[in-house]
């Protein structure tokens, strides 16, 4: 099986989890457009968990043991609350 084949039928899900990850990693993008583009986009994701805050898509992630599942994860909260405290406001990291 190929990796087209085997990732054809993944799509994107906006997780807390994620953005916190991307979050980390924006400061290793050296190019201040690009940079700037992803903390945009973090940005207005922070603001949608804001106006609806369990508005978090329950999903299995094959490299992380955490048994995500039909509900909110206490990691998915601490994620959200960590973007609505510092990413919303421009806080940064």
Do not use: W
């Not at 583009?37 to 999903?59: C, G, H, Q, V, W």
């Amino acid at each position: 099986m190929g990796t087209d084949k085997r990732t054809s039928r993944d799509k994107p899900v906006h997780s807390p989890l994620v953005a916190c990850h991307v979050a980390v990693l924006s400061s290793k993008v050296d190019d201040p457009a690009k940079r700037a583009a992803i903390t945009s986009r973090l940005t207005n994701y922070s603001k949608s968990l804001d106006e609806n805050p369990m508005d978090i898509p329950a999903f299995q992630m094959r490299d992380v043991p955490i048994p995500f599942g039909a509900d909110l994860t206490p990691i998915e909260a601490v994620c959200a609350s960590h973007l609505l405290a510092n990413l919303r406001t421009g806080g940064g990291q």
